[in-house]
């Protein structure tokens, strides 16, 4: 008890950085970032492939279908705009069924605590989670670019370069952690990539040495900096791409007038202890629901 009396105790045990506070309220914003970026991605995918699909609203949240197998297949953002009565989650658990698609629920921890209570009594099981972390950028920020590296808006004409390089990285994700609890083939992956660039998703490309070498995306929505994917061929790993393709996201978004970043990770993974590196606070968990036909 001593320790907290003395001065020289109080310099060491001070932050050097304010962690970024995650109240109900900024989860309720992210969380509507994250509801109408499944909304826009579901409506790209149905208008790509002409196939049947549904984005129906529910309690500030969506219900999504965007295809067979599509990872946008959920309900995203539940939890901060009420508790869904029974006969709209009927509604959607029967839209699902119809497709054939379980029903997947990602229920943010700060999100009503009777969601969980109700999504558990009508049959949903927990299969995984997932971390949301954040980074502020009310004082801007100044990218830093490793040596030897270039982090920058992709161009158009590299499109078909910039897809095959993402997709080969997430083919072949780092194992460290608690692994993802969806696997897609590289079809899937391809068309999540161009659904969410037509729902609003900047690309960036990372070159090492002036070669491609990884791609990241980036949507921007209430003022929140979504970084919504990227990936580095595993040839070219630990030399500093994706901490470049993160700085230029952050300068671009804090540029743009944005107050907070948030990115999406398995607990444990790489690429948490990447954000975190670099500024990010774990804000909260998602629990993955899910409730089989």
Request: one cysteine or more; hydrophobic letters at 45%; charged letters at 20%.
């Amino acid at each position: 008890m001593e320790l907290a009396h003395d001065a020289g105790a109080r310099e060491i045990l001070a932050p050097a950085r304010v962690p970024l506070f995650c109240d109900t309220a900024l989860a309720g914003r992210i969380e509507r970032a994250e509801a109408d970026l499944i909304t826009r991605c579901c409506q790209a995918a149905r208008l790509r492939s002409g196939a049947e699909g549904f984005a129906i609203p529910i309690a500030g949240a969506v219900a999504s279908f965007a295809g067979e197998g599509s990872p946008y297949n959920k309900v995203a953002g539940l939890g901060f705009a009420g508790v869904p009565g029974s006969a709209a989650l009927d509604d959607i658990e029967q839209a699902f069924l119809v497709s054939g698609s379980p029903t997947q629920v990602e229920l943010g921890h700060l999100a009503d605590p009777a969601i969980g209570a109700l999504l558990t009594g009508r049959g949903y099981q927990l299969e995984s989670f997932e971390n949301v972390l954040g980074r502020d950028l009310s004082g801007g920020f100044q990218p830093v670019m490793p040596p030897g590296i270039e982090a920058r808006r992709s161009d158009a004409d590299e499109l078909q370069a910039w897809l095959d390089v993402v997709v080969e990285g997430s083919l072949h994700p780092d194992t460290q952690g608690v692994p993802w609890h969806e696997e897609f083939p590289r079809e899937v992956l391809i068309a999540a990539e161009l659904d969410g660039m037509a729902a609003g998703d900047a690309r960036y490309a990372g070159l090492r040495g002036g070669v491609l070498a990884g791609g990241a995306t980036m949507r921007i929505c209430e003022g929140v900096a979504q970084l919504t994917g990227a990936a580095t061929a595993p040839a070219h790993r630990r030399r500093g791409v994706q901490t470049a393709l993160l700085s230029a996201r952050l300068a671009d978004a804090a540029a743009a007038g944005c107050d907070v970043a948030v990115v999406v990770t398995q607990p444990g993974s790489k690429s948490q202890q990447n954000a975190q590196r670099q500024g990010f606070d774990l804000l909260y968990t998602r629990a993955v629901l899910v409730k089989h036909p």
